[in-house]
């Protein structure tokens, strides 16, 4: 069965100050990766996806994550992030053989805070 | 793009009441997801349809639920006989089919039970 851990419930940041949200995955077999976004009251925004390929991604709003398979991790970062960037995170994995990507299995989020 | 649509946003109602929220997949998407996030936590899935089949349902989907999506656009998901447990936000996704699509989220219906 696959997991998604979120090394952090919360991380406060200062505003202009770069910040990582540490995820890691369990699988035994191959995934694909994403990261979400949740402002308070609405839905979830994809950030970025991993699927193959370069193990560097780049996502909207100047974020990016690394895919290691060896550490099985999908961290998030931002080298300068701004007051609007305070919403809660969410790595998320799926595979074929979950039915077929038929799911994404979540983590419990972080809650980033940007502070001035 | 419009953007998944889900119906009502807030839904207040007594315990022992029905409920039923709907959802308007993006156009052009034929598969549908159902999730359901509890305070503090990540949203777990529900269901999944592929055009009108339902073709998946978790575990947490107890008998009092139910979901359709009758002509394979807009879907609705049912809760009969609310539970204090029940309250949530119930969040609808939709994707294209044919590998690792993204899922797109509408912005969630949330459940109060009093």
């Known amino acids: 069965a696959q997991s998604v851990t979120q090394l952090d419930s919360q991380v406060p940041v200062f505003e202009e100050a770069p910040v990582e949200l540490r995820c890691n995955y369990s699988?035994?077999?191959?995934?694909?990766l994403f990261w979400y976004v949740q402002y308070p009251n609405q839905g979830l925004q994809l950030l970025l996806k991993?699927?193959?390929?370069?193990?560097l991604v780049k996502g909207i709003n100047g974020f990016e994550a690394e895919f290691n398979k060896s550490q099985t991790s999908f961290h998030l970062r931002k080298p300068s992030v701004h007051i609007s960037d305070t919403a809660e995170y969410f790595c998320a994995v799926t595979s074929p053989f979950s039915g077929g990507y038929n799911k994404l299995i979540f983590g419990a989020g972080t809650r980033l805070a940007v502070h001035p | 793009d419009t953007g998944v649509s889900q119906n009502p946003r807030h839904k207040i109602t007594k315990r022992g009441q029905n409920v039923t929220f709907r959802c308007d997949p993006i156009?052009?998407?034929?598969?549908l997801y159902w999730y359901r996030q509890t305070l503090g936590q990540g949203p777990e899935f529900l269901t999944y349809?592929?055009?009108?089949?339902?073709?998946?349902k978790s575990r947490l989907l107890s008998d009092r639920f139910s979901a359709e999506r009758p002509k394979g656009s807009f879907s609705t998901l049912e809760i009969q006989r609310t539970e204090q447990g029940d309250s949530a936000m119930y969040l609808c996704?939709?994707?294209?089919?044919?590998?690792?699509?993204?899922?797109?989220f509408g912005d969630g219906t949330r459940l109060s039970i009093l």
């Open positions: 349809f592929q055009n009108e089949a339902q073709l998946e």
């Open positions: 156009s052009e998407h034929n598969r």
């Open positions: 991993y699927l193959s390929g370069s193990t």
């Open positions: 699988s035994s077999v191959s995934v694909y």
């Open positions: 996704a939709s994707s294209l089919a044919g590998g690792p699509q993204p899922q797109h």
